[in-house]
C-alpha cells in the first residue's frame, strides 16, 4: 500500500490566489479519495501547477524529490484520446516521453478538458448560475468525452450568458464548481474521471 498520493494538476494560472482556489476546488471534488487517504494514514497533497508544461515538469520533479509517494499528473487531453494508453495520448500529442519507471496509472487526463466534467452535471450548472441558464446551448452527449474542446467552453459561456452569476468565466469559477459537481454524476458521465477515482481507491486499499 502507498504511504504518500501527491497529484500534480494542470491549471490555476500563474498567480498564488487562483492556484489557492482552485486546489480547494480539487479538494472538494476528490472528497471521497482525500477522506480515504486519511483513514489509512496516507498523506495527500493536490499541487497546482499552472500550465500542462508546468504540471509535467513538477511531476517529473516529483518522482527524484518524492520518490516514494505514488505520484500523478493529470492535465487536459485537449482533444479526443484515440490512444489505450494516457502516455501514448501525450507523446502524440505533446511530444512527451513517459519517465523511466512510471506506469499508465501515474498518468490520468481530463478529457478532453476540464469542462467536460461541469456539463457533465447540468443539475448543478442551473442550481448554481440560476435564472437564465440555457440548458439547450450545453450538448446532450452523454459521454461528455466526445464533445470536442474547441465546444466546452463556448457553450457554457453561451448558456451562462444571461444567468445571474453571469457569463462564465474558469478563473472565477471554475473552483466554485468543483466544489458543488456530483461525482457520482461526472464519473458516469466521463470514463476518464472515473479512472483517476478507481486507480486511486485500488492504489489505497490494501
Known amino acids: ?6 497529484i500534480y494538476v494542470e491549471g490555476g494560472g500563474d498567480g498564488k490566489n487562483q492556484k489557492g482556489l482552485l486546489k480547494q476546488g480539487f479538494n472538494q471534488f476528490l472528497k471521497s479519495l482525500e477522506e480515504l487517504a486519511k483513514s489509512k494514514k496516507i498523506k ?7 500550465s500542462r508544461n508546468n504540471a509535467f515538469r513538477a511531476f517529473k520533479d516529483a518522482l527524484k524529490s518524492h520518490p516514494e509517494a505514488f505520484n500523478v499528473l493529470l492535465v487536459d487531453a ?8 494516457p502516455w501514448q495520448h501525450l507523446k502524440l500529442r505533446d511530444n512527451w516521453d513517459k519517465p523511466s519507471g512510471v506506469d499508465d496509472s501515474q498518468c490520468h487526463l481530463m478529457v478532453q478538458a476540464m469542462e467536460a466534467w461541469f456539463i457533465a452535471d447540468v443539475e448543478t450548472l442551473k442550481k448554481f448560475y440560476e435564472q437564465g441558464f440555457k440548458e439547450n446551448a450545453i450538448s446532450k452527449n452523454s459521454n461528455v468525452e466526445a464533445v470536442e474542446k474547441d465546444r466546452l467552453e463556448p457553450s457554457l459561456k453561451a448558456a451562462t450568458a444571461k444567468t445571474t452569476k ?5 478563473i472565477q469559477h471554475a473552483y466554485k464548481l468543483l466544489k458543488l459537481l456530483d461525482v457520482s454524476r461526472v464519473r458516469q458521465a466521463s470514463p476518464y474521471c472515473d479512472r483517476l477515482f478507481t486507480t486511486l481507491e485500488a492504489k489505497m486499499k490494501p
Open 1 to 6: 500500500m502507498v504511504k504518500e498520493v501527491r
Open 44 to 50: 495527500w497533497d493536490v499541487i497546482m501547477c499552472g
Open 78 to 85: 485537449e482533444g479526443p484520446v484515440n490512444v489505450d494508453s
Open 166 to 170: 453571469g457569463e462564465y468565466q474558469k
